[in-house]
C-alpha cells in the first residue's frame, strides 16, 4: 500500500482550503435576525388583521399557524424557500415554516417514487421524529405534573 508524504498532505490541505466556503458569522447572524424578525412580523400582521376581523384570540392564533404553514409549502413548492435559508440560515429554518418546508421538500423530493412509498412515506422522514419525541415529551410532562399533584 502506498504511502502518503508530507508534500501531498499539505497538498491536499491547500485543496480543501480552497474548496470550503468561507462564512461571516456576523453578516449570517444578522441575515437569520432578518429572515426570522420577517417571519414573526408576517405572523404578527396575521394575528392582528384576524383580530380587527372579530376572530377569537385562539382562533386567530390557529389560523396563523395554517397560513404560515401553507406560504411555507408552496414557497418551497415553487423552490422559493430553499433561497430564503440558503441566505438567512437559522432565522428562516428555526420557525414552524421551517417545519412545514421540511415536511414539503420530503414529499417534492420522493414524489416520483408514487404516492403511498413515495410521498406517503418520506413525509414522515422529518415530521416522523417531531411527532413521535413531541407525544413522549408531552406523556412526560404530563406524568411530572399529575405526580406533582397527587403529591402536592
Same mark, same amino acid.
Given at each position: 500500500?502506498?504511502?502518503?508524504?508530507?508534500?501531498?498532505?499539505?497538498?491536499?490541505?491547500?485543496?480543501?482550503?480552497?474548496?470550503?466556503?468561507?462564512?461571516?458569522?456576523?453578516?449570517?447572524?444578522?441575515?437569520?435576525?432578518?429572515?426570522?424578525?420577517?417571519?414573526?412580523?408576517?405572523?404578527?400582521?396575521?394575528?392582528?388583521?384576524?383580530?380587527?376581523?372579530?376572530?377569537?384570540?385562539?382562533?386567530?392564533?390557529?389560523?396563523?399557524? #395554517? +397560513? =404560515?404553514?401553507?406560504?411555507? *409549502?408552496?414557497?418551497?413548492?415553487?423552490?422559493? !424557500?430553499?433561497?430564503?435559508?440558503? %441566505? @438567512?440560515?437559522?432565522?428562516?429554518?428555526?420557525?414552524?415554516?421551517?417545519?412545514?418546508?421540511?415536511?414539503?421538500?420530503?414529499?417534492?423530493?420522493?414524489?416520483?417514487?408514487?404516492?403511498?412509498?413515495?410521498?406517503?412515506?418520506?413525509?414522515?422522514?422529518?415530521?416522523?421524529? #417531531? +411527532? =413521535?419525541?413531541?407525544?413522549? *415529551?408531552?406523556?412526560?410532562?404530563?406524568?411530572? !405534573?399529575?405526580?406533582?399533584?397527587? %403529591? @402536592?
Amino acid at each position: 500500500m502506498a504511502e502518503i508524504t508530507e508534500a501531498q498532505k499539505q497538498q491536499y490541505n491547500k485543496y480543501v482550503k480552497t474548496v470550503t466556503p468561507t462564512h461571516n458569522f456576523w453578516m449570517q447572524l444578522v441575515r437569520a435576525f432578518l429572515v426570522g424578525g420577517i417571519i414573526c412580523i408576517l405572523g404578527q400582521f396575521i394575528l392582528n388583521t384576524l383580530g380587527n376581523m372579530g376572530v377569537e384570540k385562539q382562533d386567530a392564533a390557529t389560523w396563523c399557524s #395554517v +397560513i =404560515l404553514v401553507f406560504l411555507s *409549502a408552496l414557497l418551497t413548492g415553487l423552490g422559493l !424557500y430553499a433561497r430564503l435559508t440558503k %441566505w @438567512g440560515g437559522a432565522g428562516a429554518l428555526v420557525p414552524i415554516t421551517g417545519f412545514a418546508n421540511s415536511v414539503a421538500s420530503c414529499a417534492i423530493e420522493f414524489g416520483v417514487e408514487g404516492q403511498v412509498f413515495g410521498i406517503g412515506c418520506k413525509i414522515f422522514t422529518i415530521a416522523g421524529p #417531531v +411527532i =413521535l419525541y413531541g407525544v413522549f *415529551a408531552t406523556w412526560l410532562l404530563g406524568l411530572g !405534573y399529575w405526580l406533582m399533584q397527587i %403529591w @402536592g
